[in-house]
Nanobody, 113 residues
Framework: QVQLVESGGGSVQAGGSLSLSCAASGTIFGVNAMGWFRQAPGKQRELVARITRGGITLYADSVKGRFTISRVNARNTVILQMNSLKPEDTAVYYC???????WGQGTQVTVSS
């Protein structure tokens, strides 16, 4: 079983930046891809960025060019650097392995205009 702990959320003004971190532990041997998801109030959870063990990345169109996902395999850590934040980025952000396992608590990101 995989345990995931997200951190780094907060409140910023539009145009600001935040960096989210995800520490994974447990049965993660052989896990290939990991991703960051978000869920805004009243909306479905969506995948915003993913990264393979080899470093291949993929982004949702809504965050492309603004968000950067990276991982430190030796520390089982995945980072999401978020720049040029917009109010529509406001959501609870979660990380997970792909395909998703048990969800963590997530971390709240709030962007004010």
């Amino acid at each position: 079983q995989v345990q995931l702990v997200e951190s780094g959320g907060g409140s910023v003004q539009a145009g600001g930046s935040l960096s989210l971190s995800c520490a994974a532990s447990g049965t993660i041997f052989g896990v290939n891809a990991m991703g960051w998801f978000r869920q805004a109030p009243g909306k479905q959870r969506e995948l915003v960025a993913r990264i393979t063990r080899g470093g291949i990345t993929l982004y949702a169109d809504s965050v492309k060019g603004r968000f950067t996902i990276s991982r430190v395999n030796a520390r089982n850590t995945v980072i999401l650097q978020m720049n040029s934040l917009k109010p529509e980025d406001t959501a609870v952000y979660y990380c997970n392995v792909l395909p998703p396992a048990t969800w963590g608590q997530g971390t709240q990101v709030t962007v004010s205009s």
